[in-house]
C-alpha cells in the first residue's frame, strides 16, 4: 500500500498545484469569499480525518454556551438528504449525518445545521434564529468561499501535517502551507504528560507565523455507558477481553485506552462513518461470541450509536453487554487557560 502511494506521487504533486491555484485565486480576490458579522469560529484540518474535530467541537460548545447563542454547522456527513437541514430531536443521523446528531443528543441549547454550501447555511441560520451570536463550523477549513473570523486548525500529535504529503500519496487535502490560514493550530490526541522539549520539537516542525497560536489538547474518556439490557444487568468487573468495533478514522488512542481496563482488546475496524447494515451487525456479533473468555464486553464510540440508532440495529445485540465510551477533549495547563481566553475574547469582541 506505501508502495503504491510512493508511486502516485506525480498525481499528488497535480492534485496539490490545482488546490493551491484555486487557494490563491481567494487570496487575490479573483474567488469571492463572504465574511459575516456575527462571530464564525472555523474548527478543520489539512489531513482527511482522524485528528478530533468532534470533540473540539463540543469543547467549544461547553465554553461558551452558558454566555452565547449559539449554532453549529456542517456538511453532515453521511447524511441522505440534501440541502439545508435545521435539526430537530426527532432527527436522525440519516437527516443530519452522526457528528451532527451527537451534537443535538448532548446539547439541547445549541441550535444544529447541515448544508452543503457554508455560505447558504449561515445565511439560513441568521434568518431563522434573530439573537444567534455565534457559529462554529464544523470541518470548514477548506471552504474558502466562507471567510470564518477564526479559524483553528487540528493535526494528530502522531501524525503532524508538518510530516506528511498530499493526497494520493499522504493523508493532506491541500499542501501544508495551507496552515498559514489558521489563526490557531491545537496539536491534539497529545499524551497527558509532554515535556517542554516535546512542545519546543513540535513547534519547530510546525513552523508558525508570529500571528499564530499554538496549543496542546489530550483526550480524557469518561467511563463506560452501558446500552443494552445485558450491559446494564452486567456491571463491568474484572474484564478480560474488550471487543471493540468502530467505523471512526482513528481507533487507536481509544484502543490504548480499553487496554489499560482488560487483558485484551479485540479490534474490527470499519471506515470513518460507515454505514451499518444487518450484516455487519451479525457478523460483530458472531465474532463476539466466538470469544471464548467467560468475562467479555462489547465497546463501540459515540459517534457509531448515532448511526446504529438511526439504522435501528441496536435491538439486535440487547443481549450482549454492549457499551460505549463517552471522550472529551481536555487543554494542557496554561494552553487551557490562554485558548479558552482567546476563544471567548473574539466572540465577545466581535
Excluded at 478530533?52 to 456542517?74: D, M, Q
Excluded at 437541514?85 to 441549547?109: H, R
Excluded at 470469544?291 to 450509536?305: F, G, H, L, W
Aim: hydrophobic share 40%; charged share 20%.
Amino acid at each position: 500500500m506505501k508502495f503504491l502511494r510512493y508511486i502516485l506521487f506525480p498525481f499528488a504533486v497535480l492534485y496539490g498545484i490545482v488546490i493551491l491555484f484555486r487557494n490563491r485565486l481567494f487570496d487575490w480576490g479573483i474567488l469571492k469569499h463572504t465574511s459575516f458579522d456575527i462571530p464564525v469560529i472555523c474548527v478543520g484540518n489539512l489531513s482527511m480525518g482522524g485528528t478530533g474535530k468532534t470533540p473540539h467541537v463540543e469543547y467549544l460548545i461547553r465554553l461558551l454556551r452558558n454566555n452565547f447563542r449559539l449554532a453549529t454547522l456542517s456538511r453532515g456527513y453521511g447524511r441522505k438528504t440534501k440541502g439545508f437541514v435545521l435539526a430537530t430531536q426527532a432527527d436522525d443521523s440519516y437527516i443530519i449525518g452522526d457528528e451532527s446528531k451527537q451534537y443535538l443528543s448532548k446539547f439541547d441549547t445549541v441550535s444544529v445545521a447541515v448544508c452543503e454550501s457554508r455560505v447558504s447555511g449561515v445565511r439560513q441560520l441568521l434568518n431563522l434564529i434573530f439573537d444567534l451570536e455565534c457559529i462554529i463550523l464544523d470541518d470548514g477549513f477548506q471552504h474558502r468561499s466562507i471567510k470564518p473570523g477564526l479559524s483553528v486548525l487540528l493535526t494528530d500529535y502522531y501524525s503532524l501535517y508538518a510530516n506528511d504529503y498530499i493526497l494520493p500519496t499522504g493523508n493532506l487535502r491541500e499542501f501544508r502551507s495551507g496552515a498559514n490560514r489558521a489563526d490557531i493550530i491545537v496539536v491534539t490526541k497529545t499524551p497527558k504528560i509532554l515535556s517542554p522539549i516535546t512542545r519546543r520539537s513540535i513547534e519547530e516542525q510546525l513552523k508558525l507565523r508570529t500571528n499564530q497560536n499554538l496549543f496542546f489538547s489530550y483526550l480524557k474518556y469518561g467511563l463506560a455507558v452501558p446500552l443494552t439490557d445485558a450491559a446494564i444487568q452486567n456491571p463491568m468487573d474484572n474484564i478480560s477481553t474488550i471487543f471493540l468495533f468502530a467505523g471512526i478514522a482513528n481507533v487507536y488512542p481509544l484502543e490504548v485506552h480499553l487496554k489499560h481496563q482488560s487483558n485484551e482488546v479485540i479490534v474490527m475496524k470499519f471506515t470513518d462513518h460507515h454505514d451499518f447494515t444487518l450484516a455487519d451487525i451479525e457478523k460483530i456479533k458472531s465474532t463476539f461470541q466466538n470469544i471464548y473468555t467467560k468475562n467479555k464486553v462489547m465497546m463501540t464510540t459515540e459517534k457509531d450509536v448515532m448511526r446504529l440508532q438511526a439504522a435501528k440495529l441496536i435491538d439486535i445485540l440487547n443481549d450482549i453487554p454492549l457499551y460505549f465510551v463517552p471522550v472529551q477533549v481536555e487543554f494542557h495547563k496554561e494552553d487551557k487557560i490562554k485558548f479558552n481566553k482567546q476563544i471567548i475574547e473574539y466572540v465577545s469582541k466581535n
